[in-house]
C-alpha cells in the first residue's frame, strides 16, 4: 500500500522520534512537558472561544427576546451546527437552549407585566409568543400564576 509510519502514525511519529533522540532522562522530561503545555494551551484556547461563542449567543437572544427564537436560528446566526451548539451551550451554561429561552422570555414578561401598561395578550406578543394560550402556559408554569393574576398582584402592591 506504499503507506510508511509517518503516514500512518502522522504527530505521534514525530513526538515518537523526538523522544528516540533525546540523550537523557532530563531532555526527554522537558520535551513531554513542553508537549503537555501545548495541550493544555490548545484546552485553554478553545475554552475562551467556546465562551465568547455562548456570550455571543446570549447577547443574541436578549436584543431578539421578542422574536421566535429556536435552536437552528441561534446556531445558523454562529455559523454552528444545532445539535454541536446546544451541548455546547448546556456545558457552558448548566442550561439547555430552549429552558434558557423560555426563563429569558418570562422574566422580560414579568417586566412588562409589572409595568402595567400591558395586557396579557400584548405582553405574549412583545416576548415572541403569538398563541396567548401558550404563553400563559409557559408563564404559569414558571412564576406560578397567569400573567393576569400576575399583574393584578403588582398593581395592587403599588397601591
Known amino acids: 500500500m506504499n503507506l510508511s509510519a509517518e503516514d500512518i502514525l502522522n504527530d505521534e511519529f514525530l513526538l515518537y522520534n ?13 520535551l513531554l512537558k513542553d508537549k503537555i503545555r501545548q495541550v493544555f494551551s490548545y484546552i485553554a484556547a478553545n475554552r475562551e472561544k467556546n465562551n465568547a461563542l455562548i456570550d455571543k449567543a446570549i447577547e443574541y437572544i436578549a436584543q431578539n427576546i421578542g422574536f421566535e427564537l429556536n435552536l437552528e436560528t441561534v446556531a445558523n446566526y454562529l455559523f454552528l451546527n444545532p445539535e454541536y451548539f446546544s451541548r455546547l451551550f448546556k456545558k457552558q451554561t448548566g442550561i439547555n437552549f ?36 401558550y404563553f400563559t402556559r409557559l408563564f404559569k408554569k414558571n412564576a406560578g400564576m397567569t400573567p393576569g393574576n400576575y399583574k393584578d398582584f403588582y398593581a395592587n402592591q403599588s397601591h
Open 98 to 133: 430552549i429552558d434558557y429561552v423560555t426563563k429569558l422570555k418570562i422574566v422580560k414578561a414579568q417586566e412588562y407585566l409589572k409595568d402595567g401598561r400591558y395586557k396579557a395578550a400584548e405582553v405574549s406578543k412583545l416576548v415572541g409568543y403569538s398563541d396567548i394560550k
Open 18 to 30: 523526538k523522544l528516540n533522540h533525546q540523550r537523557s532522562l532530563q531532555a526527554i522530561t522537558d
